[in-house]
């Protein structure tokens, strides 16, 4: 058998092997509470507590639920019936002053204790390395009887009931009790959204309390009522179970209803889109509606009375509508003859709307002129005169031929008069030709403008002069 010593690599595998291993124990050994070896000792004193039955080496101190320190050592206090516990605690939060303060506190119910401290103020006198906090300066532990007692002994008596009623509940359901308490905080997380929104309806849920309250209250006032309403629910009950075959028969075609139901509704949601732009479309129509509607709610108290009316109107109609039927037949001589007259009137009436400013001013005019009066001694005179306008011209008499200053037009167009030739710069009302003018131009200086009227309409025609002439008149007799 040949033997060899270990290779440099080998023995350097085996060495980082070995500190690994001590170093997971280490790890291990600090997380379960244990102290590193050869670690140097921080700064440490000393505390009586009169109850510690519960406090063990390794537990934490604690300042504002920042672990500061641990528990090194206890013993019994040689000065009196305490446990003396002897604290480490870090260089940082070093030296503890004497007005400090000390107490025992529970982490859970389960009784995990630790020292909770003050460190107390910088400016009185540091308790030194090894020293003891005063009695004095060590809070007496409140323990879970302690608190219980602050009740009245009725109180007490009802919980030490409610507990002993309990642990006949959870009899032989421990496990189902460990699995309730384990997945509480699940449960609690998944309740918090309800919680929430509970939180925010609380007025709405105080008053679903208040109501339900109510309900039942109303519920138990008449008993009669609620026994019957009992009764007839068990009758309902009982005539389902007879029908429970059509029941049956409904459930299983219930999910093709739901499938009809999907199929329809995919189809409603397709309408729907479609029929957006049409209800977009009838938005305006709607909003224009609205006025119509409501004069029609302020017509509605009228038309109500005439509708109510109408069954009197009907009855009357059935002499009334005939008689009316003999009238008219009866007009028909009279209707016929007025057509000829019509026919030669109606002419004459399109003229004078033709020609109602003209009309008016011909009935006007005399008046107007007849206003002017003068001052005269003669006594056979009435004082009154009539203005006259005579117009002298190279054109006064009858010629043969007609000047280039000749613009005048007999059938003046009636709404020439509104002075339109003139705003269109030509400075003249229209003519009937403008040939001897030179042709149709807009007004120069001495020289006004020029431009020939258009045809108007006059008895359905286009005409640059009205020709008076009869209405055609159709009609038949019998």
């Known amino acids: 058998m040949k033997t060899a ?6 023995t350097i595998v085996m060495a980082v092997f070995a500190f690994s291993c001590f170093g997971l124990l280490l790890f291990l050994w600090i997380s ?4 590193i070896p050869l670690k140097p000792k ?4 000393q505390i009586a507590f009169p109850e510690a039955t519960t406090l063990a080496a390794q537990a934490d101190v604690r300042v504002a639920g920042v672990s500061i320190g641990k528990v090194a050592k206890l013993e019994r206090d040689p000065a009196g019936n305490k446990t003396l516990a002897t604290l480490q605690l870090e260089r940082a939060y070093a030296p503890l002053h004497k007005d400090a303060k000390a107490i025992l506190r529970q982490k859970t119910l389960l009784g995990e204790t630790y020292v ?3 460190l107390g103020h910088k400016g009185t006198p540091a308790i030194p390395e090894g020293g003891k906090l005063a009695n004095a300066r060590v809070e007496k532990t409140v323990e879970l009887d302690e608190v219980l007692a602050l009740f009245p002994k009725k109180t007490r008596a009802d ?5 002993a009623n309990s642990s006949q509940a959870i009899q032989g359901r421990g496990q189902d009790l460990n699995d309730a308490i384990g997945n509480l905080s699940t449960f609690a997380q998944s309740g918090s959204g309800l919680l929430e929104t509970l939180d925010r309806r609380r007025d709405s849920l105080k008053a679903l309390v208040n109501q339900t309250g109510t309900t039942f209250a109303a519920i138990t006032r008449d008993e009669n009522g609620l026994r019957a309403f009992i009764a007839d629910t068990s009758k309902w009950f009982k005539a389902t179970a007879s029908e429970k075959e059509a029941l049956a028969q ?4 219930f999910p093709t209803f739901l499938k009809e139901s999907r199929a329809t509704l995919s189809r409603v949601e397709k309408f729907s889109v479609d029929t957006k732009p049409l209800v977009d479309d009838l938005g305006p129509v709607a909003r224009d509606l609205k006025p119509t509607l409501a004069d029609l709610r302020a017509a509605s108290p009228d038309l109500q009375t005439a509708f109510r009316a109408l069954p009197a109107l009907t009855a009357q109609s059935k002499t009334g509508l005939p008689a009316m039927s003999r009238v008219l037949r009866g007009l028909t001589p009279v209707l016929d003859a007025t057509g000829p007259f019509l026919s030669q009137l109606n002419p004459v009436l399109s003229w004078l709307q033709l020609n109602q400013g003209t009309v008016a001013n011909f009935i006007s005019g005399p008046g ?8 005269t001694n003669n006594k056979e005179s009435n004082g009154h005169v009539l203005p006259q306008l005579i117009v002298a011209g190279s054109q006064t008499m009858i010629t043969p031929t007609r000047s280039a200053d000749n613009r005048g037009n007999t059938y003046l167009d009636p709404q020439s008069l509104n002075a339109d030739g003139f705003k269109r710069g030509y400075n003249i009302l229209s003519n009937w030709d403008c040939k001897t003018a030179g042709g149709d131009h807009k007004a120069a200086p001495k020289d006004p403008g020029c431009f020939v009227q258009a045809p108007f309409d006059f008895q359905g025609k286009q005409e640059r002069f009205p020709h008076v002439l009869a209405s055609d008149f159709k009609g038949s007799t019998k």
């Open 42 to 45: 921080g700064y440490r004193v």
């Open 116 to 118: 909770e401290l003050t």
């Open 32 to 35: 379960f509470g244990g102290t």
């Open 5 to 10: 010593g270990a290779t440099r690599t080998q």
């Open 368 to 375: 107007a002129a007849l206003q002017g009066k003068t001052q």
């Open 250 to 253: 409904s459930i299983q075609i």
């Open 159 to 163: 919980f030490r009931r409610w507990m």
